[in-house]
């Protein structure tokens, strides 16, 4: 029976009986124990060694290539290992692109301008984020917006410069309003007003932004702005501009926060694309941190949120100071573990002739399959 991020977390408190205080902590106990099932390097208290990427990382997704292009988005957000990489032309031909160093691509093809063709190699560059949020410019009674890439159910999205208009509402003399920034995936900015920004407004910054509002659905959050008025006056939304601009009763503080905290990777192409292609990439990729809002459950949760809890218990073992349970939580987790991974070796053998590959059979890191624990 599947699982959501807030039933989990309900799950790993009743575990702990009457530790109350440590409720705050459950959700990012569940969130670090997917991020250690994930990494997929497992050290078993019997002596087992392995590793392992799971299937429900495994994800197949494509990048739009256009004429003279050299930069694209990594369609795999949160990449963890690419598995298998082509080039579709514009009659579906597919042909295979490599994967090489930065020195290598840069050296063999470094003339961005001139090295022109299908491409045949490709590497990745540092991850980048570039959103910024400021007070507008071609109206300053707007909240600019900067180029930048999102990510909306394991889908990239590009946004182009923008200048978005604060959600309507008068901001009462001498107090603080808060706007939340969110975008969908056709690319629409929405501005949404905390709830009490029209009516007594929020004597202070701290209070203003708890009163942050609840983030539309399907949308991905950009960030928030708080807004003080001028002194002695009221600030209307659409007629004043926020600090910095310089039209009506410009607000006496503005300050900018952002939240998109999941930078987009770039993929570094060579040669230059001579015309329109399509970049396939399949691979393995983290899943994104849960929450109650966007990413409420995921394969984890869905389909083996049992080992999910086993390990968000032991990740909280630090704070579970001397409880007599560890040993059998951990023993639990490694047994269901090595179960899960045993089916799935099985399943990737089923159908097919097994051949091991080793470059020394008495490794004590070779392991028979059949001698993972059920």
């Not at 991020?35 to 990427?53: A, L, P, V």
């Not at 900015?189 to 203003?208: F, H, P, V």
């Amino acid at each position: 029976m599947a699982k959501t991020f807030a039933q989990l977390k309900t799950q790993v408190a009743l575990y702990l009986g009457s530790r109350t205080d440590l409720d705050t902590f459950t959700g990012d106990w569940i969130n670090m124990a997917i991020k250690e099932i994930e990494r997929g390097s497992f050290d078993f208290q019997n002596g087992t060694k392995m590793t392992h990427n799971f299937s429900g990382m495994r994800i197949n997704k494509n990048s739009a290539i256009v004429s003279g292009a050299y930069y694209i988005v990594n369609p795999l957000p949160r990449c963890k290992e690419f598995v298998s990489t082509f080039i579709l032309d514009a009659v579906g031909v597919r042909s295979r692109i490599d994967r090489k160093s930065f020195d290598y691509c840069t050296s063999r093809y470094s003339d961005l301008t001139n090295n022109i063709g299908r491409p045949v190699v490709f590497c990745e560059i540092p991850l980048t984020e570039t959103l910024a949020l400021s007070t507008g410019v071609t109206s300053d009674k707007t909240i600019a917006s900067t180029v930048f890439d999102y990510v909306i159910s394991d889908t990239v999205y590009s946004k182009i410069a923008a200048e978005t208009a604060l959600a309507t509402g008068t901001i009462p003399s001498n107090k603080w309003g808060v706007y939340l920034f969110s975008i969908d995936n056709t690319g629409t900015i929405t501005s949404t007003g905390a709830a009490a920004n029209g009516t007594t407004g929020y004597d202070t910054e701290l209070l203003a932004i708890a009163a942050i509002p609840a983030l539309p659905e399907f949308n991905f959050s950009m960030g928030y702005v708080t807004i003080k008025t001028k002194v002695g006056s009221a600030f209307i939304a659409g007629t004043d501009s926020p600090k910095g601009g310089v039209t009506g009763n410009i607000a006496s503080r503005t300050n900018f926060y952002i939240t998109d905290s999941e930078p987009i990777q770039k993929i570094l192409i060579r040669p230059t694309a001579d015309t329109t292609y399509t970049f396939e990439a399949e691979g393995y990729q983290y899943s994104p941190d849960l929450d109650t809002t966007v990413y409420t459950s995921n394969y984890w949760t869905n389909n083996h949120w049992d080992i999910v809890l086993m390990g968000a218990l032991l990740e909280g073992e630090a704070f579970n100071i001397n409880d007599s349970r560890i040993g059998t939580w951990r023993t639990r987790w490694e047994q269901k573990l090595m179960s899960l991974i045993k089916a799935e070796k099985n399943s990737n053998l089923s159908g097919s002739t097994p051949v091991i590959n080793t470059e020394n059979a008495l490794s004590s890191e070779y392991f028979n399959i059949d001698s993972l624990g059920g």
